[in-house]
């Protein structure tokens, strides 16, 4: 059973920078899976953010955040992890954290995403 356990939300300030980390538990990450940040904002879609194959370390970012966002991963640890840089107030929703068990669908594709976290709210002030 997969668990997503999101950490590293808070409150910055116009510009500012964030880490947001996710700890899965039971989840190889020297085998091939997918893994995902997506964001919701008050009355908004749900969408992704960031992607991350754990065997080969593919990437993949929204068009709104690429350049400012970077995703990474321990492998030991079976963690994933999404740098924030240059916040603005849009980046403003909860971020949710999501594991794809062998990259069904592919890396993008939301259908693949069984698992998830309860999610950590950024908030970006102007």
């Known amino acids: 059973q997969v668990q997503l356990v999101e950490s590293g939300g808070g409150s910055v300030q116009a510009g500012g920078s964030l880490r947001l980390a996710c700890a899965a538990s039971?989840?190889?990450?020297?085998?091939?899976?997918?893994m995902g940040w997506f964001r919701q904002a008050p009355g908004e879609e749900r969408e992704g953010v960031a992607f991350?194959?754990?065997?080969?370390?593919?990437?993949a970012y929204a068009d709104s955040v690429k350049g400012r966002f970077t995703i990474s991963q321990d492998h030991a640890k079976s963690t994933v992890f999404l740098q924030m840089n240059s916040l603005k107030p849009e980046d403003t929703a909860m971020y949710y954290c999501?594991?794809?068990?062998?990259?069904?669908?592919?890396?993008?594709?939301?259908?693949?995403?069984?698992?998830w976290g309860r999610g950590t709210q950024v908030t970006v002030s102007s």
């Open positions: 999501a594991a794809n068990r062998g990259c069904l669908y592919g890396l993008r594709d939301r259908r693949g995403y069984q698992y």
């Open positions: 991350i194959t754990t065997g080969y370390g593919s990437t």
């Open positions: 039971q989840l190889n990450f020297y085998s091939e899976h997918c």
